[in-house]
């Protein structure tokens, strides 16, 4: 794999991070895995993250999943937070400053920055994908869909 941590992820890459992804989750279906693998991903090939994971639906409350990064906190009721309103809404939440964001989780106090994708399938919230960043305002519009084109990839090879 090209490590992209040094040059930062340009116009192209992330259509060398999709290669990769998809390269990575090829010959495995199983969730677990491939969410294992894909936070290990993330969190090899992007920089300034301090967390990358998932958290997942269970009966309408977010429980934690696979995750490179601190400690985390465990459950999150949906409409809570920056992980809760993107599950609640099922949209994309990108938080330049997560301080500012009304009832914000501080789970691990040096993030200041989040992008949360949450993740589909057949109509079903299966849950979110989170990002952190102690850097603010770490995440652009760029960065934002090209971590929703990846996830697509997860959803499409994974079962879930």
């Known amino acids: 794999m090209i490590d992209l941590k040094d040059t930062g992820v340009g116009l192209d890459g992330y259509a060398l991070l999709s290669a990769q992804l998809e390269s990575l ?6 969730f677990i895995a ?14 300034d993250l ?25 459950r999150i009721p ?24 009304a009832g914000h989780i501080a789970c691990d106090s040096a993030s200041n920055s989040e992008l949360v994708v949450p993740l589909v399938k057949d109509g079903r919230l299966i849950g979110v994908l989170d990002l952190d960043s102690p850097k603010p305002a770490r995440f652009t519009e760029h960065d934002q869909a090209g971590i929703e084109q990846l996830a697509a990839i997860f959803l499409r090879l994974t079962d879930c």
């Open 34 to 47: 491939n969410a294992a693998q894909f936070s290990a991903f993330l969190s090899s090939q992007l920089d």
């Open 25 to 30: 989750l090829a010959d495995e279906r199983d």
């Open 78 to 101: 949906f409409g809570r937070g920056v992980c809760g309103t993107a599950a609640a809404t099922r949209q994309t939440q990108r938080v330049e400053d997560v301080h500012a964001f």
């Open 50 to 74: 301090n967390w990358a994971g998932f958290y997942l639906n269970r009966n309408e409350e977010l429980v934690l999943g696979p995750f490179q990064g601190q400690i985390a906190c465990v």
